[in-house]
């Protein structure tokens, strides 16, 4: 999805009409899954609805605005590289909200991720259009949806929801933040723009991105987020990888991107374990 998003901003760069687009298209392609879902179709309280809804404000809400406007600024490797540093996010909100001790397996774990993050912030190898500011998008994005998983999991089991259905309320509160960010932006003139043809682009990144909020949420509701967090974690080595593969030119992938990957994997990795 993040390499999809890249490849769409750089011919459309406009990343507030790009994420309505892309989220739009992710939330048609949960709803499309909810056919396929089984054990679903119970009906929903309101209450099980608005806390969903709230996960999606979160994220993919707020947190996808921050994170397209990351991809736009430093690209999809290095946004995927923060992304993966998700556990340590996870292992700070249990100790801080429910009381988890912290030992030296996190300690490690915490000083590899933030290796990786002094590897980002050193790199030279850069693209012209590459701005500082993408990395602080990056973990403010990363935050966020480390916190809507907390959500999803802590009610997951109480719900009547699908994961699928549960997901495309979380989809389709995302997508009402990112029109509502677009019509901020555009003033207006938001009707307009949506009607370009050239949004069209971005719809790979929505499929894929329906399709991972599909997989993630059936994931969240199965197992435990100390085994799913460093799994999803790492995006960061697949991340580093497909913008080799396709987005060699912008991307600029050296050795110090691929260490840092491989540092955010080993850092999760090692979280997760431990908790």
């Known amino acids: 999805m993040t390499v999809s998003l890249r490849a769409a901003l750089k011919r459309h760069p406009e990343p507030d009409v ?3 687009a892309s989220t739009v298209v992710a939330a048609l392609v949960a709803v499309v899954a909810i056919a396929f879902e089984r054990g679903g179709g119970e009906a929903a309280s309101s209450k099980e609805l608005a806390i969903f809804a709230l996960a999606g404000l979160l994220a993919p ?15 999809a490797s290095r946004t995927s590289i923060v992304a ?5 996010f996870a292992a700070t909100l249990a100790i801080l909200l429910l009381d988890e001790p912290f030992e030296w397996p996190l300690a490690l774990g915490a000083v590899l991720i933030v290796g990786a993050g002094a590897l980002l912030v050193g790199d030279t190898a ?11 998008y990056a973990f403010l994005a990363t935050s966020l949806f480390t916190s809507r998983d907390v959500v999803v999991r802590w009610y997951s089991e109480d719900a009547a929801l699908g994961s699928v ?21 555009r003033r ?18 929505g499929f894929f991105f329906g399709l991972s909020y599909v997989l993630l949420f059936a994931a969240v509701y199965r197992g435990k987020l100390t085994v799913v967090s460093p799994l999803v974690a790492t995006e960061a080595l697949w991340g580093v990888l497909l913008a080799a ?12 991107l691929v260490l840092g990957a491989a540092l955010v994997v080993t850092g999760g990795v090692l979280i997760g374990v431990y908790r």
């Open 84 to 88: 993966g540093s998700a556990p340590l």
């Open 165 to 185: 259905e549960a997901a495309a309320a979380a989809l389709a509160a995302g997508a009402l933040v990112m029109l509502a960010w677009a019509a901020l932006e």
């Open 18 to 20: 790009g994420a309505v």
């Open 61 to 75: 809400g707020v947190s996808q605005i921050f994170f397209t406007l990351a991809v736009k600024e430093v690209g």
């Open 126 to 136: 850069r693209s012209l259009d590459f701005r500082l500011i993408g990395i602080g």
């Open 245 to 256: 593969l396709f987005l060699r030119r912008s991307e600029l992938v050296g050795p110090r």
């Open 188 to 205: 207006g003139a938001l009707v307009t723009a949506l009607a370009s043809p050239a949004l069209l682009r971005f719809v790979p990144a």
